[in-house]
């Protein structure tokens, strides 16, 4: 009974915060995530068949895919094809794909991870992987 009382108690105060507190504590436990539009990609380079590096909005992301997506080499025209939403963002790569087009062929690779790289992480890569 007592803990009843306790748990009503904390939650009238809460409610007396009203709804922009509660907002606000939300925010501060959830960190937002790096996101950009599937459109918005500027340059894009890679140092293997699994792994993607593009520069959005000045940031650099590292897009890594579920299988070597043989074939495209990075050179020719390389879309982001999203389902469900035109943002990409960090984590979970689920419905993000890549199309990598060249002259011969088109072949689309599934995407498994999505994160942003630290200026340092993105200064630190090879000359032939900074996009």
């Known amino acids: 009974m007592r803990s009843r009382l306790i748990a009503a108690l904390g939650l009238s105060c ?15 436990v959830t960190p937002s995530r790096a996101c950009f539009h599937n459109s ?24 890594k895919l579920v299988s070597a997506c043989l074939g495209a080499d990075w050179r020719h025209d390389i879309r982001l094809r999203t389902s469900g939403s035109t943002l990409v963002c960090e984590g979970s790569g689920l419905g993000v794909e890549i199309v990598a087009r060249s002259p011969s062929r088109s072949q689309r690779c599934q995407v498994t991870s999505v994160r942003k790289l630290t200026p340092e992480e993105a200064a630190a890569l090879p000359t032939r992987a900074q996009p």
């Open 14 to 28: 809460l409610l007396s915060l009203g709804p922009a507190a509660v907002g606000q504590a939300n925010q501060t």
């Open 40 to 63: 918005s990609t500027i340059r894009f380079a890679s140092i293997d068949s699994r792994t993607l590096y593009l520069r959005a909005h000045g940031q650099v992301f590292e897009l």
